[in-house]
């Protein structure tokens, strides 16, 4: 069947240190991916997004990398920060048509302890 | 800017009772979306549109109606609410060029 993983368990890491996510699909082959960061009791919030043709995407203290052969997204972040703390999710448009119908995972929570 | 407003915040519904949630967005917009969200599950895809008077199904459109009779409202209905329906209900626009979405702070529906 077709889905996106992520790590349900929660990433605990110590400040400063960089964190690393990792989402995979299957069955796919999508234009585009996107991370977004989800906080308690709110709405998801867009961080980035990465088109098949580019390896690799930076932001701030934000990193992306997707491989298209593994069917593998890696979401990084430098010099982590307790503000960081939060559930990251990856989504991905599965179809060709356009529109940005989104298929999301289920999200893995990060926490950076001081 | 308000970027994208939804109503209500909370509500409490008893089995077979119907209700409305409205969606608003102050970003000309083309792209609507409505999602829920359960606890250990991503956000899957109700019903979306493409423009003012579209709607069309997604991954789990079954016991939900739309319509989208103005570019900035999106209205998600239940005409008979039932327990498996509780949940955390997003709604998020795009526009047509870019593809990032911007959500809403969520409905929280509870159905007894």
């Known amino acids: 069947s077709q889905k996106i993983e992520q790590n349900s368990e929660a990433l605990n890491i110590q400040e400063g240190k960089t964190a690393t996510l990792t989402c995979n699909y299957t069955n796919y082959s999508p234009a585009y991916l996107q991370w977004y960061r989800q906080d308690p009791g709110r709405g998801p919030v867009f961080l980035l997004l990465?088109?098949?043709?580019?390896k690799e995407k930076r932001k701030e203290r934000l990193k992306v990398t997707f491989d298209t052969t593994l069917k593998q997204s890696l979401f990084h972040i430098t010099a982590s920060q307790p503000a960081d703390s939060a559930t990251y999710l990856c989504a991905l448009d599965p179809s060709s048509g356009g529109y940005n119908k989104l298929i999301f995972g289920a999200g893995t929570r990060l926490a950076v302890h001081p | 800017n308000a970027g994208v407003t939804q109503t209500p915040k909370f509500r409490v519904l008893k089995t077979g009772q119907s209700m409305t949630l409205l969606c608003a967005q102050d970003?000309?917009?083309?792209?609507m979306y409505w999602y829920r969200q359960d606890p250990g599950m991503g956000l899957r895809l109700i019903h979306y549109s493409v423009g003012e008077g579209t709607t069309a199904k997604g991954e789990v459109p079954d016991g939900y109606n739309v319509s989208r009779l103005k570019k900035q409202n999106f209205l998600l209905g239940l005409e008979s609410a039932a327990p498996s329906q509780t949940s955390v209900y997003f709604c998020a626009s795009s526009g047509d060029i870019s593809y990032e979405q911007y959500f809403g702070p969520g409905t929280r529906l509870t159905v007894t």
């Open positions: 970003m000309n917009h083309e792209y």
């Open positions: 990465i088109r098949e043709n580019e």
